[in-house]
């Protein structure tokens, strides 16, 4: 699998598609929702097995910190590695002086990101019907 930051269209598209999959279908996020005024000031990664994209993510500068958002996996590559390879990617591409990360995640994946170093730094709220918290880690 090759975590790949987004530099055309295509790869824009397939960034959507994963999106799609795994928040409107899957989680029923109402599409509107999904797209959002973030997406041109972000920078998107695309997780590639071969030629499908089978996951996703994007980072922008928000308040001093890299702000990891709509990061998802096809649920067949749940479990296997992908999403730690596309955290790695979207603290990689942040611009060198971001030396904190921060995210809100669904209540679900606190593990996952507790095992990147990611701490709760909040209690849960609601977003899409769906309970987060916030995440913050510092870069080391």
């Not at 960034?15 to 998107?44: L, T, Y």
Request: hydrophobic residues 40%; contains cysteine.
């Amino acid at each position: 699998m090759l975590a790949k930051v987004v530099q055309t269209e295509k790869e824009m598209q397939d960034a959507f598609s994963i999106r799609m999959k795994v928040f409107v279908e899957e989680q029923k996020v109402p599409a509107e929702e999904e797209v959002d005024e973030n997406e041109e000031m972000s920078v998107h990664v695309v997780l590639y097995d071969e030629s499908m994209p089978v996951g996703t993510g994007r980072i922008r500068e928000a308040d001093g910190y890299g702000k990891l958002e709509r990061i998802c996996i096809l649920p067949s590559y749940r479990g296997k590695g992908a999403g730690s390879l596309i955290m790695k990617e979207l603290e990689i591409v942040a611009a060198p002086n971001i030396e904190k990360f921060k995210l809100n995640a669904q209540t679900q994946a606190i593990p996952f990101y507790e095992k990147l170093g990611y701490e709760v730094r909040s209690g849960v709220f609601m977003d899409a019907g769906i309970p987060h918290v916030t995440m913050i880690k510092s870069r080391l």
